[in-house]
């Protein structure tokens, strides 16, 4: 009866969230708004101006559809459990009962990450995102420590039902990686993730080395997001460098890597994965802008206004802290959110991470505003 009890706690909590969801989607103006974006593609000319296309048809599956349909399912999920309950309250019923613990679970999860979902307004936020882990200092530790990260990402990338794909990976000399590059495409992907830019630091006895001493070990993580058509620019080919295998004469090599740095900012990108060089080379200029794109965003400025001496401080700034002995703990120093579950951690549970990130971010930007409006 306890546990029953609990779970209607639980229902009640999940539908106020759900009434303040309500106020939130507006459901008659999304509504109205399909409807007039439906008028909008039925113009003659709506195909002529392609990239207006584009955020037209974006704005009906992403913002408008998408939030209807799935408004309407969780209610639905909601009703069923509500109405499996009213049944438990008269007759136990062991199968019923793990199916209303398996949808309250499933609902309460789908909540939290449209909670969160709605702390990303920034128009590029809904885009996928490419994630770089680079090893710092500290030889194998490191490089192990950055292959522990990537399985970290690679959890929390499966948790989310996002794709992935590895575009670049370099191992380490003994164990681990020196760097991998994932491309992870999903709706909000980059909007999540670009809360684990910066540097993560891990404190922990090492395992290659016998005489159980602490060990500290850095990696940096980047995040930009992948570009669609609504952003659209060219690189001078005079601003690139561009290196490829040279084969000299040995047609059995099958090498296919192109490493491409581009001049101005000194950002280098490499490329490895794709089946042909070609293919190498259209990813390795894709991933390229993508950096430049964020680099411009973060610094306010036009790509070709970028400080070439403010980006590192982009990745280098430490952001968390992973302690795994003598005690766990994993901290977030922005925010100061910590917990001493670092096994979870690092089995990719950092959603409390990200949100907290974010609430903190439209908190800080939205005082901005409010000074500057004061201030007008």
Known sequence: MLELLNIKIEVEKLSNILGKAEDCLDLQYLTARIQYLDQVIA????????TRAYEVLQEIE???????????RWCSILEDIKAALELLELSADEQL???????????????????????????????????????GVGGVDAEYWAYTLLRLYHSWVVSHNYLVDIVEESYGDEAGIKSVTLEIIGR?????????????????????SSNSKLHTCLASVE?????????????????????????????????????????PTGISVFCNQQRSLMQN??????????KL???ALAQDVQIDKIQPRQIKHLSNKLIREYILHPYTKVKDLRTNVETTAATEVLDGKI?????AYLQQLNYTTSVGKEELDNFK
């Open 293 to 295: 794109f964020a680099i």
């Open 223 to 263: 995040v930009s997001p992948i570009l669609d058509e609504s952003v659209d620019f060219e690189i001078p080919e005079k601003d690139l460098e561009i290196t490829w295998p040279r084969y000299q004469g040995n047609v059995n090599r099958t090498e296919t890597w192109v490493k491409m740095v581009h001049i």
């Open 62 to 72: 992403y913002s408008i559809f998408y939030k209807h349909q799935e408004y309407q």
């Open 43 to 50: 113009q003659p000319d709506f195909w002529n101006h392609p």
């Open 351 to 355: 959603d409390f991470f990200i949100k």
């Open 281 to 290: 080379k259209e990813k390795a200029l894709a991933i390229l802008k993508s």
């Open 97 to 135: 009962w793990q199916e209303v613990q398996s949808n309250l679970t499933q609902l309460q999860q789908e909540l939290e990450t449209a909670e969160i979902q709605q702390l990303l307004s920034d128009p590029h936020d809904q885009k996928g995102a490419f994630l770089t882990i680079t090893a």
């Open 188 to 208: 909000y992907a980059y909007g999540l993730l670009k809360s684990e830019q910066g540097t993560h630091r891990v404190i922990r006895v090492s395992p290659f």
